[in-house]
């Protein structure tokens, strides 16, 4: 199991059927919504964007070495252990708990350190 944070994105529930469809165009697999918060204020102006936390079902390694490239043509598409490394700071504790949580159980790529 792999979760992903697409960072700056606004999402509604109508939208996971293009983000799919995106996701399937880059060769990368499919997502699943898990959630979205705001990151609070702090460093520098990377305070108060809507950040999306999906499940990621890969069907196979190809799918994960090519997202771990391609993605940052992109942006703002983390593993969510960097994500967590990387912007712990501004993470509602609350939001910080949940996601370390998920990290933890799900042995997830690029877990980083705290």
Same mark, same amino acid.
């Given at each position: $199991?792999? +979760?992903?944070?697409?960072?700056?994105?606004? +999402?509604?529930?109508?939208?996971? %059927?293009?983000?799919?469809?995106?996701?399937?165009? /880059?060769?990368?697999? /499919?997502?699943?919504?898990?959630? /979205?918060?705001? %990151?609070?204020?702090? /460093? =520098?102006?990377?305070?108060? @964007?809507?950040?999306?936390?999906?499940?990621?079902?890969? &069907?196979?390694? !190809?799918?994960?070495?090519?997202?771990?490239?391609? @993605?940052?043509?992109?942006? =703002?598409?983390?593993?969510?252990?960097?994500?967590?490394?990387? !912007?712990? =700071?501004?993470?509602?504790?609350?939001?910080?708990?949940?996601?370390?949580? $998920? @990290?933890? &159980?799900?042995?997830? +790529?690029?877990?980083? %350190?705290?």
């Amino acid at each position: $199991m792999i +979760y992903i944070v697409w960072t700056a994105l606004l +999402y509604s529930n109508k939208d996971i %059927t293009g983000i799919n469809e995106f996701f399937a165009k /880059q060769g990368w697999g /499919q997502v699943k919504y898990v959630l /979205q918060f705001k %990151t609070k204020a702090g /460093q =520098g102006g990377e305070g108060g @964007r809507n950040d999306v936390v999906f499940k990621w079902a890969t &069907k196979n390694d !190809n799918e994960v070495g090519k997202f771990s490239i391609e @993605r940052f043509k992109w942006g =703002g598409f983390h593993w969510l252990g960097d994500y967590i490394a990387n !912007n712990s =700071g501004i993470i509602p504790s609350k939001v910080l708990t949940k996601l370390k949580a $998920m @990290r933890d &159980k799900a042995g997830d +790529y690029g877990a980083g %350190t705290d």
